[in-house]
Structure formats: structure tokens, C-alpha cells
């Protein structure tokens, strides 16, 4: 068994010259952005003249934008003009690890009311002290009514955790025995040899099953199961029950570091992705949705203590990599090759707030009058902002409603022929253009009667693009972007979604002009759905055919 090193470390850090630590010391505040981060602090549980307010629902910000209710995020603006001063720092790191999931909601198990039921992090602190029983379940799943369902936030390393705690049983007790109910079992890696050798231990017990229920049974515990390998009913009497209780990211239900920015204190959206704050696992690791701010540990992902290491020295490089590019005036958070900033033609601007609502990096904050305040080094150009925009005021310099405006006008429109119908597809450059591009590489032939304009994002996507499209004459428009929801993908974090819930009004448009709705789609292409893509096209090519060409066309 591995001897802890944490201490080691502990007294590493605490001898290091270069590293302040603070104890006892909350985040009252993060203003500003990469590069000029100010920092507020206050001591543990005081209070300060502002306190982040919880999140604000949709509901509630069309109150606020009425001016029907009082704005939260006002205190916090006060409370920044009238503390101006902080620590300054160039990039934050948001390591603030994980807590156990909640078990007591499962009756039939007893935790909080038999007493030697406990989870997993409380089995620990006993081993610790010296204290583990000699006849010990470990208990993977609720069971019951669960079926075939894990405990909330259980994961590979949860597993690990029983197989070492059963092991704890066995090294304390000469007679021990370990008995590990599970539904799924995951040892990825090198792992899976740790696990061949539990299983080589005559004194620990796996089954796959199903547990009803624990009781009291004189002064030990009674686990009653359906084993559902060997199709028999188990009872198991033991010393101790453990529950694997799951990792819950402290960003859930918690704003952590109280961003005294537009959007609110915390990340955005984090419930919608079980609180974890990566902005994109696959693609941006240790980045969140908030340029400058990097996660590290349990608020990323589930993680073994050799995957927190290599976390942390991630996430410590990204931070003084947003460092040096502040430093040198360059991108923080660069598209590939790409040094643009958004640029805005405030005369115009309406005060109607969507860029600043529907910016998914927080890159805008917005005065007393409800104008946009752009912080350039949070943007990470997408074009989310350029979208949303009915006036359309935003732009970037190689990215403009324009310069896609004048792709669609230079498109051949045939005459009102019906073997001749034109469709346009805007194309996500993340996803789906890749996917597009590896199609045409496997010879997969594509519908003759579509053109294809890439953009940055479906949540670019300006409606005066559609309308322009249609007006022209074309017959269909059909957007391909990146998969959102349960099997978020979006590179933008929510560019798809945004994008197919304007889709919706357009249809409202539509139908007011005499068109079809249908005759504007929208598509979630991953980027391996390379050969699904020209049955997607020619799918809508038909749906197209059989509404019959635009009666616009010629006009």
C-alpha cells in the first residue's frame, strides 16, 4: 500500500518562496479579466458589503429588463466602483475539488439511521483512525426501484475507492471479509491489474446485484440482495455497510469564486452539465467558460489523485500561458490563427441586451443604460454576440454579417424550374465542416442541388442571412451544427441550441411571408457522422422537392 505524500507536499508549498498561501480566506469577488484579474478576499464566513446573489432566472431578467424588479447584480456593481482596490492577478486556477453525493435519499439503505451505514469518504476517515470492521458491503448502486443505476455521480474512480477499501478489510483483519455488490465496475488502464488481484483474494466477495434493502440485525447489519449473475437471493450478514457515494464537482450549487461579472457570479449553465466546469472536456481541457479561469481536480471531472496531478500542472501551464499572451497584447483564447476582437457600432445599438445574455464567455458586461461593455480578452470569437444582434452593430474584421451576407448574394439562384432548386446549408466549422470535409475525402457523393457556407458557429448565425437566402429566391436553408443537450458536443458551448431556438421565431416569420416553416432546418452533426451527412442533405433536399420551389424565385 502506497504511502500518502500529502503532507510532503503540504510542507513543500509551505516552505516555497514564490507561493503566498491564505487560510481561512473566502473569494469575495473576481473582477476584471485575463491578465488583470482583481481578486477580492475577505476572511471565512464574514460578510461583505455585497454577497453574490443567486442565479437569476429567465423569467426573472424579463422583470428586471421591464424594470419591474430590482437587478441583484446592482449591489454588485456598486460594491466594485466603491472597492476599487484588490490583489491583481493574471489567471485564476479553480481547484476547489469535490464533496460526496447525498445517499440519505435512499430509505432502504438506513444511512443517517442505521449506525454503522456509512459512505465511502466516512469508511475512509475510520480507516484512518484505525477502525475498520472485520465484515464489511460495500454497496455500488441504490438498487431497488434504481435497477440498473449507479449512485449519483459514480464513476471509475468510485469503483477503485471499493476495491481499495475492501483490501483496507482484509490488511486489518486476519478473518476479514469483503463483499462488493456493484452494477457496473469500471478499472480503466493499468487499473483493471489492481483489479485481477482483488479478485485473486479469497477474502473479498464482487457480485454483480441488485440490493433491496439493509437492517439491523442484533448488533451487526443485514444486506439482502438478488444476485443477478446467479440468479439467487443473497443475505448478507456484516459489521459495517459502505455506500459508494459519487464525487459532486463544489461548482453545482455553489458560485465558488463570485464573478463580478454581467452574467452573474458563477459559470453559466453548469447544472446543464452535471456542474462540471470545463467548457469543452475533448477539445479545451481545463479551460471554463470563463477566458482566464482554468479547473483543475474534481470540479473537472472524477479523478484519481495521479489524474489531479497531471490536472493540476494542466491547468498551472494554461494559466501562465494566458498570462504571457496578455502580456504580449495577443488572443488569450485564440481561434486557430485568428487575432480579431469584436467590434460594435454603438450609435445604433438598442440597449436590447441579448449579446450580453446570450454570450456564452461572458465577454460583455453592460453600463447603467443596458450598452454593451466589451472585455476583448474574455471573447473567445465565436460570434454568438454578432447573432444575436437585430441590429446588426457587431462585427469582427475577417467575420461579418456582410461578408456571409455577400457569400449568400453571390450564390446562382436557377429560374422557377422545378429540376432546378437551390439550397443553401450554413455549416459549423467545428463539427460539422470537418465532418463535411471528411465525406468528400471517403467519395461519398453529395446532393448537387446545396451550397455550403462555413461559419463560426450556428450561434453566429444572423436571421438576416435566412431571410436574404429566401428572399433571393432560394428553397431551403438547413444549418449543421454541433450536438447539444445530453450529448453536448458545442465547441461554443451552446451555439447549437441557441441557433435552433431562433430557428423558431424565424418560423413565425416564415409563415407571416406565405412560406413553409419546414423550409428552415436544423441539424446536430458530431464529427464522426461523416457518412450520415449526405443522407441528412438529401433527406431535406426531398422534404424541399415535395413543398415545391419558392414563389419567390424570379422575383
Not at 288 to 316: H, L, N, P, Q
Not at 451 to 458: A, D, E, T, Y
Request: aromatic share 8%.
Amino acid at each position: 500500500m502506497e504511502t500518502p505524500s500529502i503532507g510532503d507536499l503540504i510542507s513543500a508549498v509551505e516552505g516555497e518562496s514564490n507561493i503566498t498561501i491564505k487560510v481561512s480566506t473566502e473569494v469575495a469577488r473576481i473582477s476584471g479579466s485575463p491578465g488583470n484579474f482583481t481578486v477580492t478576499l475577505k476572511e471565512a464566513g464574514s460578510k461583505t458589503e455585497w454577497d453574490a446573489p443567486d442565479k437569476v432566472t429567465v423569467d426573472e431578467q424579463e422583470l428586471i429588463d421591464k424594470g419591474e424588479k430590482e437587478d441583484p447584480n446592482d449591489g454588485l456593481q456598486k460594491y466594485t466602483e466603491d472597492n476599487p482596490d484588490g490583489e491583481k492577478y493574471g489567471a485564476v486556477v479553480l481547484a476547489t475539488g469535490w464533496i460526496p453525493a447525498d445517499v440519505s435519499q435512499y430509505e432502504h439503505l438506513g444511512h443517517g439511521k442505521l449506525k454503522n451505514v456509512v459512505t465511502n469518504a466516512e469508511f475512509e476517515k475510520l480507516a484512518k483512525e484505525g477502525k475498520v470492521p472485520g465484515n464489511v458491503a460495500f454497496i455500488q448502486s441504490p438498487g431497488a426501484a434504481e435497477n440498473d443505476n449507479d449512485f449519483p455521480y459514480c464513476n471509475s474512480v468510485t469503483s477503485m475507492v471499493a476495491l481499495k477499501q475492501a483490501k483496507y478489510v482484509r490488511e486489518d483483519n486476519a478473518d476479514g471479509k469483503a463483499f462488493i455488490i456493484y452494477q457496473h465496475m469500471r478499472t480503466p488502464g493499468n487499473t483493471e491489474l489492481f483489479y485481477k488481484g482483488i479478485q485473486d483474494d479469497d477474502g473479498i466477495f464482487l457480485t454483480k446485484g441488485t440490493v433491496s434493502g439493509v437492517e439491523e440485525n442484533g448488533t451487526g447489519l443485514t444486506v439482502k440482495a438478488d444476485d443477478t449473475l446467479l440468479g439467487e437471493s443473497l443475505e448478507l450478514n456484516v459489521d459495517m455497510v459502505v455506500l459508494a457515494a459519487g464525487m459532486v464537482p463544489t461548482t453545482l450549487d455553489n458560485p465558488t469564486i463570485n464573478l463580478a461579472y454581467r452574467q452573474g457570479p458563477e459559470f453559466m449553465d453548469l447544472d446543464l452539465f452535471d456542474g462540471y466546469a470545463d467548457s469543452h472536456f475533448i477539445c479545451f481541457p481545463y479551460e471554463t467558460r470563463r477566458t482566464g479561469v482554468y479547473a483543475s481536480g474534481g470540479v473537472r471531472k472524477a479523478e484519481t489523485m495521479e489524474e489531479t496531478i497531471d490536472d493540476a500542472t494542466g491547468a498551472a501551464l494554461k494559466a501562465i500561458q494566458c498570462i504571457e499572451s496578455a502580456n504580449r497584447g495577443v488572443a488569450v483564447h485564440p481561434r486557430s490563427g485568428d487575432q480579431t476582437f469584436p467590434e460594435f457600432f454603438f450609435s445604433r445599438c438598442t440597449q436590447c441586451k441579448r449579446c450580453t445574455e446570450e454570450c456564452p464567455f461572458g465577454a460583455l458586461d453592460d453600463d447603467a443604460k443596458g450598452t454593451p461593455l466589451p472585455n476583448p480578452t474574455r471573447c473567445r470569437r465565436c460570434g454568438t454576440c454578432m447573432g444575436a444582434c437585430p441590429e446588426r452593430i457587431i462585427g469582427f474584421k475577417d467575420y461579418s454579417i456582410d461578408l456571409i451576407g455577400s457569400m449568400v448574394k453571390c450564390i446562382e439562384v436557377p429560374d422557377d424550374d422545378e429540376d432546378k432548386l437551390r439550397i443553401l446549408a450554413f455549416v459549423c466549422e467545428n463539427d460539422a465542416y470537418p465532418a463535411l470535409d471528411m465525406s468528400g475525402m471517403h467519395r461519398n457523393k453529395m446532393n448537387k442541388l446545396v451550397r455550403f457556407i462555413p461559419v463560426r458557429c450556428l450561434g453566429s448565425m444572423n436571421m438576416v442571412w435566412i431571410k436574404d437566402a429566401l428572399s433571393s429566391g432560394m428553397d431551403g436553408a438547413i444549418l449543421l451544427g454541433c450536438k447539444y443537450g445530453d450529448d453536448y458536443q458545442c465547441h461554443f458551448v451552446k451555439g447549437s441550441e441557441i441557433a435552433s431556438r431562433r430557428m423558431e421565431n424565424i418560423g413565425e416569420t416564415l409563415s407571416t411571408l406565405g412560406l413553409e416553416p419546414e423550409r428552415v432546418a436544423v441539424r446536430q452533426i458530431a464529427i464522426s457522422d461523416y457518412n450520415k451527412i449526405p443522407d441528412i442533405m438529401n433527406e431535406f433536399v426531398e422534404e424541399i422537392i415535395e413543398m415545391g420551389p419558392n414563389p419567390f424565385k424570379g422575383f
